[in-house]
Protein backbone atom coordinates (compact mmCIF):
# COMPACT_ATOMS: atom_id res chain seq x y z
CA UNK A 1 0.00 0.00 0.00
CA UNK A 2 1.11 3.59 -1.27
CA UNK A 3 1.91 5.99 1.44
CA UNK A 4 1.48 9.67 1.26
CA UNK A 5 2.61 13.26 2.70
CA UNK A 6 1.10 16.27 2.10
CA UNK A 7 3.22 19.54 3.04
CA UNK A 8 2.58 23.28 1.83
CA UNK A 9 -0.46 24.67 3.86
CA UNK A 10 -0.56 27.37 5.74
CA UNK A 11 -2.28 30.90 6.20
CA UNK A 12 -2.97 33.17 3.31
CA UNK A 13 -4.78 36.00 2.77
CA UNK A 14 -8.29 35.62 0.47
CA UNK A 15 -6.88 36.86 -3.18
CA UNK A 16 -3.34 34.98 -2.69
CA UNK A 17 -2.27 31.82 -3.42
CA UNK A 18 -0.52 28.65 -2.35
CA UNK A 19 1.23 25.25 -3.50
CA UNK A 20 0.68 21.94 -1.99
CA UNK A 21 2.73 18.81 -2.69
CA UNK A 22 1.84 14.78 -1.93
CA UNK A 23 4.43 12.72 -2.07
CA UNK A 24 3.87 8.98 -2.25
CA UNK A 25 6.12 6.33 -1.47
CA UNK A 26 5.61 2.15 -1.81
CA UNK A 27 5.86 -0.73 -4.68
CA UNK A 28 7.62 0.89 -7.39
CA UNK A 29 5.41 -1.29 -9.95
CA UNK A 30 2.65 0.15 -8.76
CA UNK A 31 1.19 2.93 -10.72
CA UNK A 32 -1.39 5.67 -9.35
CA UNK A 33 -3.73 7.79 -9.85
CA UNK A 34 -4.03 10.90 -7.13
CA UNK A 35 -6.51 12.86 -6.40
CA UNK A 36 -6.95 16.08 -3.74
CA UNK A 37 -9.72 16.42 -0.91
CA UNK A 38 -10.57 18.50 1.65
CA UNK A 39 -12.87 18.87 4.49
CA UNK A 40 -14.47 22.24 6.39
CA UNK A 41 -15.10 21.98 9.90
CA UNK A 42 -18.43 20.78 10.35
CA UNK A 43 -18.55 19.31 6.82
CA UNK A 44 -18.10 16.23 4.82
CA UNK A 45 -14.97 15.19 2.69
CA UNK A 46 -15.18 16.51 -0.78
CA UNK A 47 -13.37 15.79 -3.60
CA UNK A 48 -11.20 18.56 -5.17
CA UNK A 49 -9.50 17.61 -8.03
CA UNK A 50 -7.82 14.20 -9.51
CA UNK A 51 -5.34 13.18 -11.96
CA UNK A 52 -4.33 10.36 -14.13
CA UNK A 53 -1.63 8.18 -13.10
CA UNK A 54 0.78 9.66 -16.32
CA UNK A 55 -0.36 12.93 -15.52
CA UNK A 56 -2.63 13.22 -19.06
CA UNK A 57 -6.27 13.49 -17.18
CA UNK A 58 -7.04 15.83 -14.84
CA UNK A 59 -10.37 16.00 -12.87
CA UNK A 60 -12.04 19.20 -10.72
CA UNK A 61 -15.07 20.11 -8.62
CA UNK A 62 -16.70 22.94 -10.03
CA UNK A 63 -15.73 25.60 -7.31
CA UNK A 64 -12.27 25.35 -8.03
CA UNK A 65 -12.01 25.04 -11.95
CA UNK A 66 -10.03 28.02 -13.66
CA UNK A 67 -8.23 28.61 -9.81
CA UNK A 68 -6.78 25.50 -8.86
CA UNK A 69 -4.16 23.42 -10.55
CA UNK A 70 -3.44 19.81 -10.06
CA UNK A 71 -0.05 18.52 -11.93
CA UNK A 72 2.63 15.69 -11.02
CA UNK A 73 6.12 15.60 -11.08
CA UNK A 74 8.77 14.55 -13.51
CA UNK A 75 8.63 10.82 -11.40
CA UNK A 76 4.81 11.05 -11.32
CA UNK A 77 5.40 10.18 -7.50
CA UNK A 78 4.85 13.42 -6.91
CA UNK A 79 1.67 15.71 -6.90
CA UNK A 80 1.24 19.42 -7.01
CA UNK A 81 -1.98 21.21 -6.48
CA UNK A 82 -1.56 25.24 -7.01
CA UNK A 83 -4.15 27.34 -5.48
CA UNK A 84 -4.49 30.39 -6.90
CA UNK A 85 -7.27 33.39 -6.00
CA UNK A 86 -8.41 32.05 -2.35
CA UNK A 87 -11.21 32.76 -0.69
CA UNK A 88 -12.30 31.93 2.67
CA UNK A 89 -14.78 28.79 1.53
CA UNK A 90 -10.92 27.36 0.63
CA UNK A 91 -10.39 27.14 4.54
CA UNK A 92 -10.29 22.98 5.20
CA UNK A 93 -7.68 20.30 6.01
CA UNK A 94 -6.29 19.21 2.19
CA UNK A 95 -5.90 15.27 1.86
CA UNK A 96 -3.99 13.73 -0.71
CA UNK A 97 -5.24 10.52 -2.30
CA UNK A 98 -4.23 7.31 -4.35
CA UNK A 99 -5.68 4.78 -5.70
CA UNK A 100 -5.02 2.07 -8.69
CA UNK A 101 -7.84 3.17 -10.64
CA UNK A 102 -8.71 6.60 -11.38
CA UNK A 103 -12.46 6.04 -10.91
CA UNK A 104 -11.60 5.09 -6.95
CA UNK A 105 -10.11 8.18 -6.56
CA UNK A 106 -13.18 11.00 -8.41
CA UNK A 107 -15.36 9.03 -6.48
CA UNK A 108 -13.52 9.24 -2.87
CA UNK A 109 -12.50 5.37 -2.13
CA UNK A 110 -8.59 5.38 -2.72
CA UNK A 111 -6.86 2.83 -1.15
CA UNK A 112 -4.61 5.19 0.85
CA UNK A 113 -5.11 8.94 2.24
CA UNK A 114 -2.59 11.19 3.70
CA UNK A 115 -2.64 12.98 7.29
CA UNK A 116 -3.72 16.34 5.42
CA UNK A 117 -2.25 19.61 5.53
CA UNK A 118 -4.55 22.65 6.73
CA UNK A 119 -5.11 25.82 4.69
CA UNK A 120 -6.63 28.76 6.36
CA UNK A 121 -7.81 31.85 3.98
CA UNK A 122 -8.66 34.78 5.99
CA UNK A 123 -10.83 37.47 4.78
Known amino acids: QVQLAESGGGLVQAGGSLRLSCAAS????????MGWFRQAPGKAREFVAA????????SYTDSVKGRFTISKGSAKNTMYLQMNRLKPEDTAVYYC????????????????WGQGTQVTVSS
Open 97 to 112: AAAEEMGKVVAGIPES
Open 26 to 33: GPPFINYH
Open 51 to 58: ISWPGTST
